[in-house]
Structures are given as C-alpha cells and as structure tokens.
C-alpha cells in the first residue's frame, strides 16, 4: 500500500493542477518524479507537522486541494488540533495520508505507532476518515473523495488483503451472508476475518469508509443478534455508530481490536498482531466463542 | 482613531467580553492595514486574488472588528450583541460567520502557519497578492511560529509581511529577547518600528522585499490610549465599571 501513495498522488498531481502535496521529509524518495514534475506543487516541508498542517489550510484557502502526508503518530496526534481548528472548524477540505498504521513499525517503538488515530479522528466533526484494505481500494477511494471539498484523512496499513474490493467511498459491502452473527471487518482485518470465519455461517460486512459511516448497511445486515467487530486500530473507534444503526435491534456487541496499551516490545507486526491476540486463528476462536454463547 | 478606540472599550464593556488592551495594542496596526495598504472592500471581498490578512492573535478580535465595521463589512450596532449566542462576533473570529475575517484563529500558532500558507498559495498562483498577519509577542512562544518562519524563509515568500505585535506582556514568563535579531537569524528582512506611529507603520508594511519574506517587530503599548489600562495585566481580560467607562472615553480624547 505504501508504493500506492506514490502512484496515486503522482496521477492526482498530474491531472488536477489544483492538487498540491506537503510532506514532512517522509517518502522523499517516493515521491521524487511527482517533485521533479510538479516543483510548484510539491513541497517536502521537513520535520513540522504542526506548521505543515496549518500552511496546508492556507493553501486550501487559496483554493488549492492540500494533500499532507507523513507518519500516522505525527500526523493525527500531533497535529490533532491543527485538523480540527483549521480544517474542521473552517470548514476546508483537505487530505491526510498517513503511513504507519497502528505498529506497522513495531521495531520502532511506540513513540512511531499510532492505534489510537480513528477513534481520536471520529471525536473532531467533519473529519472522514478512510480506511484501505489493499493499494488498488486506496487508489480509488483517494481518487473518489480527495476534493469534495472535507478533510479526509486516509489511513494506510502495512498490512493489505489479498483480494481487491469493489469499494465506494461511504458504502460497505457485503462480503458473504450467514444467519448466526455479522462481523464486521474494517480495512486490513478482512483477510483475518475471511480465514477466521471460514464456512462459518455468518454475514461479513466491509467498512473502509469509517465517517460518514453507513449505518444502512449495518442495519440492514443484522444476524443472529451478534455483531463482532474486527478493527486494526484500538477497539471500540465504531462503537457509536454501531449503537446507532442497531438502536432499534437488540444486539450483542463484541470488539476484537488493539487494547489499550503500550506493548514495550519491538519485533514485526505479526509479533505484535500475535501479542495482542489478533492472528487469524485467534480471531477464530473468538468468533466462535461468541456463536457458541 | 478616538472613535474606534472609544467602540472597542464600549462594545466589550457592554457584552463583558473580549480583550480590550490587546485590541488597543494593535489598532494602529489594524487601520493602517485596512485604511491604506490591504485594499479589501466588502465589494472585493470574493476575489480570489485578494490580499490577505490574518489576526493570528485571534483573542484580540474586537479591534478588527471595530475596524471591519468602520470599513463597512457589517453594522457597528450589530457588535452589541458581541459574545452572545445569537451574535457572529465572539472572542475569537469565525471565518464561516463574520464578513471580512480570513481566518478562524484563536489556538495561538496557527494563524501564522496559515499565512506562510496563503503566501505559499499566491507564488503558485502567480498571484501578485500580498498575505499580511500580526502575531503576538507572547504567540512567538510557540514552536509553529519558528517552524514557520523557517519555512517561508526557505521558500523565499517576499509576498509575506509578518507584524509582531510587541507589547512585552509575557516578558515576566518568558522574554523572547531581541525578537528583531531572531526574525533575521531565521532568514527574514526585519525592522523595529513605533507600533503606534501610524507613518512608520505605513513605511514598514511598504517597504520593498529583498526575496525575502518581511517582518515588522512592532513596539506597542498593550491598553495602549487608556492609562489605567497601559501595560497592566490587570486589565487583561477586565471590564471597566460605568464611572471608569466614562473617564476613559474622555482621557481618550
């Protein structure tokens, strides 16, 4: 998904002279043909992400389409209040993509991971927040949404499925369909929850867009009174509009996410996916734990 | 300028909100921007090529907008309801409700970055638009600030005038030292100037740009034209009682 940002920002940049790119001397290289072709809209800022958000909305001010981008820790937490005052509370569309999802750098130590940045986003109005389950679903979604004039932020995984979506930005879709449960998969999970849930008879709902959320599409794909919630960032980020659109069904929620907590250890993201119980196995036992209840 | 200082100190008074002496602290400033050098009128307003300028200290909002409604953006009558629900105007400007404002400011260290932005825009568009702000002294504790400077330098943004308004009231927290020197050190063309002598602020604001972006360290007086008020952090966020309204308006004159 990381070679993806290149490629489609590059296109973007290309056929629309409205687009501008700020980076924070992250993916220099990457986007070195978009900073040779584009040196009026391609801009590597250095190391300010505060400022480089702010600059951002100044250009949108100007009517460009900023697109920002650096490591999810410092993208979200760091500059969270320039997204919302600047972006959100000015009503500016922009674009935030992020690399570094959750402990995509496990080697690197919790001060470079971010698991916390849908469920921090979701609480700052009018953010959208797009969550790719592979390169080819980021290429449209981007392409999609980038300028319809809101803050988008787009959240970009170490981890991709194997099997391209047919995606639309703030539509789910129905993977399969069973009668004991739903679970719902959100970006990067669908693999785990495809080889989790196996011949299971259960409904797989995919999300990549996380706000707006579609709520019709849960509602209407209610089974067997349970919802599992597969999520790659802290559990629970959904938990709202998951009671929304059940409001009128009584269900029985379970979150199978990242835990609140500050692992301490290095090694891969399959280390830490193994840590925090979160393989595909250990997604199977849990789905199956709940439809044995 | 008795007038306009006279419906900051009344407006705020009435509606017991606002910062009265950081108004009075850059209202020179203000009416020299919008008096001679921004040429923004409510007609020109929408013009996409407009200079700009942001009030990155947003908390001194009731100076620009006594300014904004001298020049006809709004009725003065309308900031009676200054800070109330129904009202557009609060403590800090909302781009999305008030005429004329650019920026919703008020987080300090954000107005500024915006309009390194803004300049950053005009050179892409081959704009010969000018981007003006005025930061506060005490604003210049934030690292954006800095980060920013470093950036319009780099990208040589001589369309970009920077006034800091220089009224030394966080000097007791932190004092910035010779913030002229700083702005140079960080590539910028600087000069100190009276930030009450309109003239010299006329001077500054046109002074050519040697391919780089301009900033004006702008000695002011904080409640500055109300002696009670002049450099005292008690007067801060204080609103006068009706007796010490009425000497004030008339040691105004």
Redesign the interface.
Known sequence: MRKQIFQTIYDVLKADNKA?LLFGDVGTYGFRNSQAEFP??V?D??I?E??MV???????????T?IVHTIATFLVERSL??IK??FG???LGGNFVSTGASYDMASWGATHQCPGDVGILKNVPSIEIVVPGSAAEFDSLFKQSYNDGRPTYFRLSGKSNADNQEVAFGKASVIKTGKRATVIAVGPMLERVRQACGELDVTILYYTTLEPFDHKALRDNIQGGKIIICEPYYSGAIAVDVSIATASHPVEVTYIGVPREFPHHYGTMDDLDAFFHLTAEDIEAKIKKVLAK | MKHLKENIIRTATEANEGHIPAALSILDILWVLYDRILGITPENFSNPDRNRFILSKGHAAIGLYIVLAEKGFFKLEELKNFGKFDSRFGGHPDRTMVPGVEASTGSLGHGFPMAVGLALGAKIKRAPSKVYAIVGDGECNEGTIWESAMLAAHNKLDNLYCVVDQNHSGDPALNPGDMRQKFESFGWQAVRINGHDQEEIYKALTQKSVGKPIAIIAETIKGKGVKIMENSAEWTHKYPTKEQLEVMIKELE
């Open positions: 501008v009026d809209r801009y800022v250095g300010m505060q400022s702010s600059a951002s909305a100044g250009l949108a001010m100007q009517g460009f900023p209040e320039q005052d600047d509370y000015q009503r």
